[in-house]
């Protein structure tokens, strides 16, 4: 009869704390398959710049606005944001509508239209809006911002550049380097000056960092040189000033 009661026994002892833990074990076996489901149906990246903790480490991506010969009010995605110019840090990464609209007087504000631009912005970069709102809708100056760049080599990192000129030119560091547009180019790393220019276009330049594992995205816009439409007056000739004085004292006389 003891052999029984030991067994018995041994089931006592190890099925009570089955039964007390077997809630928590459930919770966690629940939660890990739900999880699992989740990393599988949404990348690992994503999911971690919306949790509490990890979510303060992706807010570290800044951009900076501003607008040449006036003042602008700023809208991004759909919030105000004061007037230019400003600098906004601990921005999430992620995709943004910057709306700029150039604050001028009742008389002038038929003639500048709202300008609509797009950015991606990646954690950890700084982006930059450096504008011109000329009237009738132009613009010039540039938009720059950082993206994952594809694989490099060492101390290389790429760029993209674009311009509403279709016959624009880039330099760098004062040398030509090609005609635009360019798409991902491999640069070694490093601050250069470059310039875009065109034909009938007012030039732009725009100071430039290439970082390691990144592709720099520029936007350039050229402003059309005004022509001057009105005809050069032209000098009176010597004959014509003598036949002036002639006639002046033939009615003298």
Known sequence: MNPPRVERASQLIYNEPMKKYLPLLIIVIVVTLFLSVVLF??????????????????????????????????????????ETPLAIEELTEGRYEVILEKKSSEDDSSFYEPIALFLD????????????????????????YYTPAPQAEAQTGFITVESNSSKSRMLLDGDYYSDLPISVDELEEGEYKMKIESTGYESVEVPIIIR???????????????TNLEKPAQPESENSDSDAEAQDEGGAE
């Open 41 to 82: 149906t949404r990348s690992q990246e994503s999911l971690l710049k919306n949790l509490p903790y990890f979510k303060e480490s992706y807010k570290n991506t800044s951009l900076s606005i501003t607008s040449r010969n006036g003042v602008a009010d700023i809208m991004i995605n759909d919030k105000e944001y004061g």
């Open 121 to 144: 912005l990646y954690r950890n970069t700084e982006a930059i809006i450096d504008l011109e709102i000329a009237p009738g809708g132009y613009k010039a100056g540039y938009v720059l």
């Open 212 to 226: 390691q594992g990144y592709n720099l995205n520029v936007s350039t816009f050229l402003l059309p040189i005004p």
